[in-house]
């Protein structure tokens, strides 16, 4: 594992307090860390120093081509003065699968926990702690070879920056209104749909547009062959539970591996409920609603933890979740994950990692 140089900031900025809302993505802490890659040295000299911007060459590969990769993972503090990160291993290894098919060399997964780790203690004091809050950890990779022509940077920057942010639904679980999108599509198999990369946001932009102009708050996708079977949401990934059984679509190249999808499904089976990791169209999944088989609809992502749908549009129809509310296994899966993040329920798992030895 490399050292990291640490230079700390001279001009610290005033941190927010409790009272200030703390709209998601919009505050940095002092700190960014910051490692580079070339060809000649692999991943060298990470450092950690005052959160600035970055000076890139205009021709820099990343705004041409769009080679880049991001994770987003979040640290809590306890009520006993703890710092954890939530399975932060889970959104190494994913980055080393999304840099793979980025063509972007591999970070190892120690220099990236110790990276986020060795960040979050320096700027510890920006974790808040009201109810609902947390420390968002953005690791991203950019291409910066001066260079206009399509093959993969032989330069990169491996940079984390934190943001404190509040709660998502301020009112705490709030069920959403679901778009499925039967215009575009955000990804098909062997595109780079599974890679946590750039792209797939700005392809998803266009619909995400629309279904916010009707009063949707997100997208669900289908997949981009036969734009029948369900893929997952814009930043979730989405579960079903239909006559007793947790359905999820089945990981098939074009969904994005999510950190809580994996977390749901280990709980919902030692919960003993059946789960099935499987295909799922949207004609059946229209069935299940119109014969009341649909119990529950549920989203699973970092930002938002566990996301309750109550309505589901498709095309000229609008179907109603159960009384489109909260379903019970949501509300179980919400108090039962953000318990094990802020330590307040045992960590069974060994899914928490311990930062410093902060109080
Ligand atoms: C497209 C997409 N799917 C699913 C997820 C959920 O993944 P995770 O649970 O690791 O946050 C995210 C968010 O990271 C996402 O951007």
Redesign the pocket.
């Known amino acids: 594992m490399l050292d990291i140089k640490i230079e700390k900031t001279m001009n610290p900025k005033p941190i927010p307090g409790p009272e200030n809302p703390l709209v998601f993505g919009t505050i940095f802490t002092d700190h960014m860390y910051v490692m580079e890659y070339s060809t000649e040295k692999g991943w060298h000299d990470p450092a950690i120093m005052p959160y600035q911007p970055i000076t890139l060459d205009p021709s820099a590969m990343v705004f041409h081509y769009g080679q880049e990769m991001f994770e987003?993972l979040k640290a809590y503090k306890t009520e006993d003065g703890r710092i954890l990160l939530f399975r932060p291993d889970k959104n190494a290894e994913r980055a080393v699968n999304s840099n793979k098919r980025l063509m972007i060399p591999e970070i190892p997964v120690e220099d990236f926990i110790n990276g986020v780790k060795t960040l979050v203690e320096i700027d510890q004091a920006w974790i808040p702690t009201k109810e609902g809050t947390s420390l968002y950890v953005r690791p991203f990779v950019i291409a910066t070879d001066p260079f206009l022509g399509v093959r993969p940077s032989n330069t990169y920057k491996f940079i984390i920056i934190l943001s404190p942010v509040g709660a998502y639904y301020p009112e705490g679980l709030n069920p959403v209104k679901i778009w499925i999108e039967d215009e575009y599509v955000r990804a098909v198999r062997g595109g780079i749909g599974e890679a946590?990369a750039g792209g797939?946001y700005v392809a998803s932009m266009a619909a995400q547009v629309k279904a916010h102009e009707e009063g949707y708050s997100q997208v669900l996708w289908l997949d981009g062959v036969e734009r029948k079977y369900i893929e997952?949401?814009?930043?979730?990934?989405i579960f079903f539970k239909i006559n007793g059984t947790v359905v999820t679509p089945v990981l098939n190249g074009s969904i994005?591996p999510?950190?809580?999808?994996n977390t749901c499904i280990e709980l919902c089976k030692e919960w003993g409920l059946p789960v099935e990791e499987r295909r799922i169209s949207v004609d059946e999944l229209e069935e299940a609603a119109r014969t009341g088989a649909l119990e529950e609809v549920w989203g699973?992502?970092?930002?938002a933890v566990i996301s309750p749908v109550g309505h589901l549009r498709y095309v000229n129809d609008v179907f109603q979740i159960g009384d489109g509310g909260i379903g019970a296994i949501s509300q179980r899966l919400y108090d039962t994950v953000t318990g094990i993040q802020l330590g307040k329920i045992e960590d069974t798992h060994g899914w928490t990692m311990e930062v410093g030895n902060a109080r």
């Open positions: 987003g946590k797939n997952e949401v814009g930043a979730m990934n994005l999510g950190v809580t999808r699973t992502g970092t930002a």
